[in-house]
């Protein structure tokens, strides 16, 4: 079975401009989250989707972070403009469900570095 | 809120030596607890959970988990460890009263450093 894809691995861009990263979760598996990972933290939940809905952004910087999961299959990330402190892994994770006992599959991640 | 506090930034152990990871959590309900490790350059790999039933939970490559509910910890546990076993571990927890759609919660991570 494959796992979550991510792309690209790395990416390094300067403050102000954008990035988008992408997200393919293992078939079948109807939520997704978006992670990012500051160097010597643990994961912070971005955004979840439940299929092509929202069911939790309340910890995405809506004014320069967004998010969509069109077809409710892939999903995109996207920051516009960056900043310094946004530099950080971004992961992507998918579940067969949303309850609180399904195990969550990471992708590889994106490792960001904005100049 | 829901927490979760590793207390170690690293742990040192020898190959063949028995090594435990320690994790202690917060919920306001019942929690369901999950172990992962990252190596480098790599995204987390699922190793167990607990979720109910025995308070011994056996996962991937050996690893196995303690629930004590009384010290409301989840430390993990191997027999035996490898060098291979280097690597990046979190503990992470969900709140089984609002498990609907509540966030997973990591800790900040430990490192575990085997040495041969």
């Known amino acids: 079975e494959a796992g979550v894809a991510q792309s690209p691995r790395y990416k390094i861009i300067e403050k102000r401009q954008s990035v988008a990263f992408w997200c393919n979760p293992i078939?079948?598996?109807?939520?997704l989250y978006w992670y990012q990972q500051i160097l010597g933290q643990g994961p912070k939940l971005l955004i979840q989707?439940?299929?092509?809905?929202?069911?939790?952004d309340s910890q995405l910087p809506k004014d320069r972070f967004s998010a969509e999961r069109l077809k409710g299959v892939d999903s995109t990330l996207k920051i516009q403009p960056a900043k310094l402190e946004d530099s950080a892994v971004y992961l992507c994770?998918?579940?067969?469900?949303?309850?609180?006992?399904?195990?969550?599959?990471f992708g590889p991640g994106t490792r960001l570095t904005v100049l | 809120a829901q927490s979760v506090a590793q207390p170690e930034d690293q742990v040192n152990v020898a190959e063949g030596n028995p090594l435990t990871v320690k994790c202690t959590y917060s919920?306001?309900?019942?929690?369901?607890l999950f172990w992962y490790v990252q190596y480098p350059n790599r995204g987390l790999q699922f190793l167990l959970k607990?979720?109910?039933?025995?308070?011994l939970v056996k996962g991937s490559y050996g690893f196995e988990a303690e629930f004590n509910k009384s010290q409301t910890s989840f430390h993990l546990k191997k027999p035996s460890a490898l060098v291979s076993d280097s690597a990046l571990y979190f503990c992470?927890?969900?709140?089984?009263?609002?498990?609907?759609?509540?966030?997973?919660?990591f800790g900040k991570g430990t490192m575990l450093l085997v040495s041969p």
């Open positions: 992470a927890v969900r709140d089984m009263e609002n498990s609907g759609y509540s966030t997973l919660t």
């Open positions: 994770a998918s579940s067969l469900g949303a309850g609180g006992t399904d195990t969550q599959y």
């Open positions: 607990y979720i109910t039933g025995d308070n």
């Open positions: 078939s079948g598996h109807a939520t």
């Open positions: 919920v306001s309900g019942n929690p369901y």
């Open positions: 989707f439940q299929n092509n809905g929202v069911v939790d």
